[in-house]
């Protein structure tokens, strides 16, 4: 099968971070920013992104443009005869269908805010009214599925346009508008009565505020918001020739998603400051927290439904991005011409995701951890806090390993063409302090994870200890 290529640079630079840039900056880091006291979360997110996220996305562009395969041939191409790296090839691909499987339910929400807003449904009603909506929504089976429904064939008819006509070209049009929106969205908040407050919270730490948790907090986001660990980056590397060293690319593509999660934070918490609303309201922060905001501004309808539509273009890249991912990893295994590949798995998307549909209705009564928990928590579990993470080591460990890729092969092949390079200097980093916060990431996000009411593995084994 003849290997697709993208038609150019910013082509590769715009769909990466369109993969990186999804509900992990626009729902997820507001909220965990919110709750983990503002501007000290930011601080260390940041951190984070350079010391953990950047290395690890140079380590996945590497293996995709070195092997020219999609996650599960990667390690094909590049093992030693015997080894049994590629184990971790499938791995990925299941991880990929895992995180689609409650990523488009979330991605359906927007969507069906986007469209109650444009419609006038959200505007004009009580406060009480407005708050209702969200569970109301969660509530009915028929909408729940409907929109997954719609985002799952969405992304699968772009995908079936082939790379260069459909991803690249849907994903670069969704990018520019995604980028336009959120300048005028900004603006607009930095006009409201709250600006001033909002963005002290926001942006100015408070070093008391950090604590073992928004540490916890920061490093899975870091993983989370690139959607590193599973291969996602790495299917693109093997897109692209060999004009441009990696770390340059990657560099590029980290600004701009930074750049997206920071201003989706320019555009709430103003908000939040100006209209009364708690910006530690958690997962809801975007749904219900900024439904009353849009509900009591003036031309509240049309600011709320360029705000969604910005929310839909952004989840829609990542899952645009992702869709391809799996899309690439099947046809490798299967042989078939992309046309089958989108119709066999586009069915199987929407079938797998039907659980988290129904998590919140059909399925209510599973509750997998604490009170309140749902299927979409389970999944999120175990995307985050284990298949991330771990996948993130195994790529890392094969690179810098003699019994894998090897460091002087992955560096080679990082460096070649023009722009920043990795430096040899690195090697101890790469090789030893990289994997080891790696693993503290995945040892304490597993210890302090809430897996029932009052219970954590850490404050058990403190209970134990005393």
């Not at 971070?17 to 509900?23: K, L, N, Q």
């Not at 990523?103 to 805010?113: D, F, K, M, P």
């Not at 046309?339 to 797998?352: D, P, R």
């Not at 659980?355 to 509750?367: D, I, K, R």
Request: charged share 10%; with cysteine.
């Amino acid at each position: 099968m003849e290997r697709e290529r993208l038609s150019s640079r910013l082509g590769f630079i715009l769909l990466s971070a369109g993969c990186a840039i999804g509900v992990g900056n626009v729902w997820k880091f507001p909220w965990m920013a919110g709750s983990n006291g503002g501007g000290a979360f930011v601080l260390i997110y940041l951190l984070f992104l350079v010391v953990l996220g950047l290395p690890v996305m140079v380590v996945e562009f590497s293996l995709g443009r070195a092997s020219q395969s999609s996650p599960v041939g990667i390690y094909q191409k590049l093992q030693k005869p015997g080894q049994k790296w590629h184990i971790h090839g499938y791995a990925a691909l299941v991880a990929n269908f895992l995180l689609m499987m409650f990523y488009t339910s979330v991605t359906g929400w927007i969507l069906y805010y986007f469209v109650s807003f444009l419609s006038g449904k959200m505007t004009g009603i009580t406060n009480d009214a407005s708050a209702a909506l969200f569970p109301s929504m969660l509530s009915n089976p028929l909408i729940m599925v409907g929109f997954m429904a719609i985002v799952v064939v969405l992304g699968f008819l772009i995908l079936s346009f082939g790379l260069q006509k459909g991803v690249e070209k849907v994903t670069k049009y969704m990018m520019i508008v995604l980028l336009g929106l959120m300048v005028v969205l900004a603006i607009n908040s930095f006009t409201l009565s709250g600006a001033k407050e909002g963005l002290t919270f926001y942006l100015k730490p408070d070093i008391s505020k950090i604590t073992g948790s928004v540490i916890v907090g920061a490093m899975t986001q870091a993983f989370f918001t690139l959607s590193l660990g599973i291969g996602s980056m790495a299917i693109f590397g093997s897109y692209i020739g060999k004009e441009r060293s990696l770390m340059g690319e990657s560099i590029n593509i980290l600004v701009l998603d930074t750049f997206v999660a920071v201003v989706a934070g320019l555009i709430i918490f103003p908000a939040c400051f100006t209209f009364d609303v708690e910006p530690g309201a958690g997962p809801s922060l975007l749904f219900v927290a900024m439904a009353k905001v849009f509900n009591n501004m003036n031309g509240g309808r049309w600011w709320g439904s360029l705000f969604f539509m910005f929310m839909f273009f952004a989840a829609m890249s990542t899952i645009v991005a992702v869709f391809e991912n799996i899309l690439a990893c099947v046809r490798e295994i299967t042989g078939w011409n992309r046309a089958k590949a989108c119709v066999i798995c586009g069915a199987a998307l929407l079938v797998l995701s039907l659980p988290c549909a129904l998590g919140f209705n059909v399925l209510s009564g599973f509750v997998p951890f604490n009170s309140g928990s749902s299927v979409l928590d389970l999944e999120d579990f175990l995307v985050s806090y284990c298949l991330l993470p771990l996948g993130a080591l195994c790529y890392v460990l094969f690179c810098v390993s003699k019994k894998g890729w090897g460091f002087d092969n992955f560096l080679a092949e990082a460096n070649a063409g023009k722009g920043l390079k990795l430096k040899k200097w690195m090697r101890p980093y790469m090789t030893y302090v990289l994997p080891a916060i790696i693993i503290l990431v995945f040892v304490i996000g597993i210890l302090t994870f809430p897996f029932a009411d009052n219970f954590t593995i850490l404050d058990w084994i403190k209970g134990i200890l005393k």
